[in-house]
C-alpha cells in the first residue's frame, strides 16, 4: 500500500526548504494528473477542430492548404494521443509530447499570424491571436510534466510500493513548494537561487536565526 503523502524539512547552512518526497503520494495524485494531461489533450484537439472550421480561408489558397495540413496531421495525432494515454499504452507518452509540442507550436504560429494582420490592417481581430498565443504556451508548458521521471514511472507502472523515497542516482523527487511542480533536485546543491522551471519561484526559503 502507498503511503500517505510525506513532507521531509530540509536544513542546509541555515536554508531551510519542503520537499514532498513522490514515493510517498497517494496513487489517486498520480491518476488526476494523467487524466488533466490526457483532458488538455483532448481540449486542444476540440478547439483545433473548431479554429480550422470557423477560419476564413476564401482569400486565399495557400492558407487553406496550410489549415487542410495542420487538420489531416495534428487531429489525428491528438486522437491517437488521447486513446493510447486512456489505454496507457507503451506510447502514449511520446505520442503525448508530440501532440503537446506540435498543437502548441501550431496555435502560436496561428496567434503570431493573426496578430500580424491586424498590424497590417488586414484583419480587425485582436482577441483571437492574443488567446491562439497564451493556448500555445500553455500547450507547451505541459511537456516538462509528461517528460518527468516519476510520471513515467507511474505511467509505466514501474513503481515499488515499499519505496519511501524515489532517487536516480544523487537525484531526488520533489515538488515545487510554490506550484507544485514535480522536479528532479539534488538537495545537497540547492541554493537561494534556485527557482522552479515552471513558476519560476524559489526553491529554497530562507529563514533568519
Not at 502548441?104 to 504560429?109: D, I, P, R
Request: aromatic fraction near 6%; glycine fraction near 10%.
Amino acid at each position: 500500500m502507498w503511503e500517505s503523502t510525506g513532507l521531509h524539512e530540509c536544513v542546509d547552512k541555515g536554508k531551510v526548504f519542503f520537499v514532498v518526497v513522490m514515493g510517498d503520494m497517494e496513487p489517486s495524485r498520480m491518476e488526476l494528473l494523467h487524466r488533466h494531461l490526457t483532458r488538455f489533450i483532448a481540449v486542444d484537439v476540440l478547439l483545433l477542430i473548431v479554429l480550422l472550421i470557423t477560419m476564413n480561408t476564401s482569400g486565399s489558397a495557400s492558407i487553406f492548404v496550410f489549415y487542410m495540413l495542420l487538420g489531416l496531421v495534428l487531429i489525428p495525432l491528438g486522437i491517437v494521443s488521447v486513446i493510447s494515454m486512456l489505454r496507457r499504452g507503451s506510447g502514449g507518452i511520446n505520442l503525448g509530447i508530440a501532440s503537446l509540442g506540435l498543437t502548441g507550436a501550431a496555435f502560436l504560429l496561428l496567434g503570431a499570424l493573426g496578430g500580424i494582420g491586424y498590424l497590417t490592417g488586414e484583419s480587425k481581430e485582436i482577441l483571437l491571436p492574443a488567446v491562439l498565443i497564451l493556448l500555445g504556451a500553455s500547450t507547451l508548458k505541459k511537456i516538462p510534466t509528461m517528460k518527468n521521471p516519476s510520471y513515467e514511472m507511474w505511467y509505466r507502472g514501474a513503481n515499488s510500493s515499499h519505496q519511501s523515497g524515489i532517487e536516480f542516482e544523487q537525484e531526488v523527487l520533489a515538488t515545487c513548494p510554490s506550484c507544485h511542480s514535480v522536479l528532479a533536485v539534488l538537495p545537497n546543491q540547492l541554493t537561494i537561487n534556485d527557482t522552479c522551471p515552471n513558476c519560476s519561484e524559489r526553491l529554497v526559503h530562507s529563514e533568519e536565526e
